[in-house]
């Protein structure tokens, strides 16, 4: 696990940037958890898949834009490959006990990235990913854990939880 970062980390998923173009709603999640000192992230993957997605519409360039700006207002950490991510996609790939994730090959390298980043969060809006469960061979045997996998709604009602905590 690599752990760069001081602050507790929340990695967005595909899906989250999606939701954030135009509505003000998600982006007050986002900007309450960065004022309880979050650190936001995401990976190449994410933006990659989020790109593509958005050159299929007529207002790519005004939605790439939105997603420019929310990376630069919000201080997104890009995360890239490192050698951790291919062993826990290739035990993901493998795992027979939960088989939510087995065809979604992006998304468990999302969710790959974000457990070799020792994330504590993951923000999504896709249950699979919410209620999976990494592979024994992940956890028990190397130690690796899977982030809080959470939608918005979930990620606010953590962050007003966090905040009364720290009072």
Not at 28 to 34: M, N, T, Y
Not at 127 to 140: G, M, N, V, W
Request: hydrophobic share 40%; proline share 2%.
């Amino acid at each position: 696990m690599i752990n760069l970062f001081k602050n507790d980390t929340i990695f967005l998923d595909s899906c989250i940037f999606f939701s954030c173009i135009g509505e003000d709603r998600c982006r007050k999640v986002i900007d309450h958890a960065l004022n309880q000192d979050f650190t936001i992230v995401t990976s190449i993957t994410v933006l990659g898949e989020t790109f593509n997605e958005i050159l299929r519409d007529d207002r790519a360039i005004d939605y790439i834009n939105e997603i420019v700006a929310l990376m630069r207002e919000w201080n997104i950490i890009t995360l890239y490959p490192n050698d951790e991510l291919s062993y826990i996609c290739y035990e993901m790939g493998k795992n027979i006990t939960d088989n939510r994730i087995t065809n979604q090959i992006t998304d468990r390298v999302h969710l790959g990235y974000a457990i070799s980043y020792d994330c504590n969060y993951f923000v999504t809006d896709d249950d699979a990913i919410q209620r999976y469960r990494i592979p024994r061979s992940l956890e028990e045997q190397a130690g690796y854990k899977k982030p809080v996998a959470v939608d918005l709604i979930g990620l606010r009602d953590l962050i007003r939880k966090k905040k009364l905590v720290r009072k």
